[in-house]
Each structure stands twice: as structure tokens, then as C-alpha cells.
């Protein structure tokens, strides 16, 4: 049977260690989701935390400017519907 490996950020390119995609990937976000089901605020800011280093991780690597669409990212699927 397969191991579970968690859907974590490889820094500083903030790709998922496991699936390669953008971090957080669908995997990451139904684990955050479903680890904050009960504080949906500590996780807004657990991500906002995030974004802020993501933000400077990814300028690092890009010229010193950090990509386009990074709240959406990481901050605006995890707000409450």
C-alpha cells in the first residue's frame, strides 16, 4: 500500500515537494482546510504568514519582484463562503 506524503512547499520556489505544482496545491488545500475546520481565521492568518514569506522567497528568485496573483494564491480560496 502507498505511503501518504504530505503536499508541503519546497522553498524558496514554493512548489509542492510531492506533485510539483504551485503551492498550495488541491491537496494542500483540502489538508489545510480540513486542519482548520474549526478556526477558520488562524487559518487566514497561518496563510497571510505565509504569503509575506512566499512574497520574498519568490522576489529572491525573480529580480526582486514577486509574481502576480500571490493572495489568490494563498489567501483568497480559503476565505469563508
Same mark, same amino acid.
Given at each position: 500500500?502507498?505511503r $501518504? /506524503?504530505?503536499?508541503?512547499a @519546497?522553498?524558496?520556489?514554493?512548489?509542492?515537494?510531492?506533485? =510539483?505544482? %504551485?503551492?498550495?496545491?488541491?491537496?494542500?488545500?483540502?489538508?489545510?482546510l480540513?486542519? $482548520? /475546520?474549526?478556526?477558520?481565521? @488562524?487559518?487566514?492568518?497561518?496563510?497571510?504568514?505565509?504569503? =509575506?514569506? %512566499?512574497?520574498?522567497?519568490?522576489?529572491?528568485?525573480?529580480?526582486?519582484?514577486?509574481?502576480?496573483?500571490?493572495?489568490?494564491?494563498?489567501?483568497?480560496?480559503?476565505?469563508?463562503?
Open positions: 500500500m502507498p $501518504y /506524503r504530505p503536499h508541503v @519546497a522553498r524558496p520556489s514554493w512548489r509542492c515537494r510531492v506533485c =510539483g505544482a %504551485a503551492w498550495p496545491c488541491s491537496p494542500a488545500r483540502l489538508a489545510l480540513g486542519e $482548520y /475546520r474549526e478556526d477558520r481565521t @488562524a487559518l487566514l492568518v497561518y496563510l497571510g504568514t505565509l504569503l =509575506g514569506e %512566499a512574497m520574498t522567497d519568490l522576489a529572491t528568485l525573480h529580480g526582486g519582484v514577486a509574481p502576480h496573483g500571490l493572495t489568490e494564491r494563498f489567501v483568497t480560496w480559503a476565505r469563508a463562503r
